[in-house]
């Protein structure tokens, strides 16, 4: 079985709408056909000021969230990435690897760090990306399943796989970004023209899972449109429309063309109520599963217990090849 590698960051407490459709929901799926390897990313957490009470609540409540969306322990491997310490470990060695220039470029640092103010962003942030290509490389993953903002990543990945491979023999595996066209990017509901994203998007711009269920509908209803009224998908010019017909077809598995139909001569008004109630009806049992996984903190914290132990078996074997491979002195 081909491997597939992924994690999500325990940051904003829920997932959002975007997270869900452009990276946990592929993660279920894949499961079934791959031998997958899923965390939640606490070291990237820190990459930006936490309360560490939080952090530690909100890590368990990722993995909730995780085995809420349908994720399996006995099919996939589920874990901390705190508690696998070859992360960091391997992601010194890329650090060393990767170019000043080169890691200068990643649009995300530049995107986070003019958000938070060039001075206060953390070199943490900055080399966040190269943490990310340990997370995978450590894994030998051959597929990346992740949402199109992360794909400069995973190019960055290839090329340090590749320098790495070609200076010291071959190493590591060369992962492919595994992303749906459909659900790639999820866009803000108030502005279409940017990501829905914790950190840059409005409270009303985003859908977080674990919201009320009124105030999901209601941040639906309200979603930014345009002066047109007809129903149909064209991202270039009806972003708005384009994004909600995108959310409307993947939650419930219909086709965009069969929606367009659905609603021909009906305005954005129906569209939307329509869409509310499909979101609340989406995320209502998802919050009663998250809950009952909450509920049980021994059950969850075993199960991430052994998802670290397999994780490691594989992540510890890596290891020990690349600091061979880089001339460190094995200890005796
Ligand atoms: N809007 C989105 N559409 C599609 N996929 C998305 N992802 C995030 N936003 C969208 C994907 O979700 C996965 C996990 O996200 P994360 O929180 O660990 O990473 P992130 O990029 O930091 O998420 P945000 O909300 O976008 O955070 P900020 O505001 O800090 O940038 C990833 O696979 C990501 O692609």
Same mark, same amino acid.
């Given at each position: 079985r081909p491997r597939v590698l992924s994690g999500i960051q325990p940051t904003a407490?829920?997932?959002? $709408?975007?997270?869900? $459709?452009g990276a946990v929901r592929q993660w279920v799926a894949l499961q079934e056909t791959h031998d997958a390897f899923y965390m939640?990313? #606490? $070291?990237?957490a820190i990459t930006v000021p936490q309360d560490p009470k939080e952090l530690r609540a909100n890590t368990r409540l990722a993995a909730a969230q995780l085995l809420a969306a349908g994720l399996d322990p006995e099919r996939c491997t589920l874990f901390v990435q705190s508690h696998v310490p070859e992360h960091a470990q391997l992601a010194w060695v890329m650090n060393c690897l990767t170019g000043f220039g080169e890691a200068s470029r990643m649009t995300q640092f530049k995107d986070k760090s003019a958000r938070q103010g060039a001075d206060r962003a953390s070199v943490g942030l900055f080399t966040y990306p190269i943490l990310q290509v340990a997370d995978i490389l450590l894994y030998q993953a051959n597929e990346v399943p992740v949402g199109e903002d992360q794909r400069q990543h995973i190019e960055l990945t290839r090329d340090l796989a590749e320098r790495f491979n070609g200076r010291f023999g071959p190493t590591f595996t060369l992962p492919k970004p595994y992303i749906l066209k459909e659900t790639a990017k999820i866009y803000d509901l108030q502005d279409p023209s940017i990501k829905m994203s914790k950190s840059a998007s409005t409270p009303k711009g985003l859908i977080n899972l674990l919201d009320e269920p009124k105030a999901? %509908? +209601?941040?639906?209803?309200? &979603?930014?449109? #345009?002066? #047109?009224?007809?129903?149909?998908?064209?991202?270039?010019? +009806?972003p708005g429309v384009s994004n909600l017909l995108s959310v409307y077809s993947t939650l419930t598995g219909t086709a965009v063309a069969e929606l367009e139909q659905k609603y021909e001569g009906k305005g954005y008004g129906a569209l939307k109520t329509d869409l509310a109630e499909v979101m609340v009806d989406f995320a209502t049992p998802f919050r009663e599963r998250t809950r009952s996984y909450l509920d049980d903190?021994?059950? $969850?914290? %075993?199960?991430? &217990?052994?998802? &670290?132990?397999?994780a490691r078996a594989v992540a510890a074997e890596t290891l020990a090849q690349t600091y061979a491979r880089v001339g460190f002195l094995p200890a005796k």
């Open positions: 407490g829920s997932f959002h $709408l975007g997270n869900y $459709l939640v990313v #606490d $070291l990237h999901t %509908a +209601k941040k639906v209803r309200s &979603a930014v449109t #345009d002066t #047109d009224t007809v129903i149909r998908f064209d991202p270039e010019t +009806k903190p021994e059950t $969850l914290d %075993a199960i991430l &217990a052994k998802g &670290a132990e397999k």
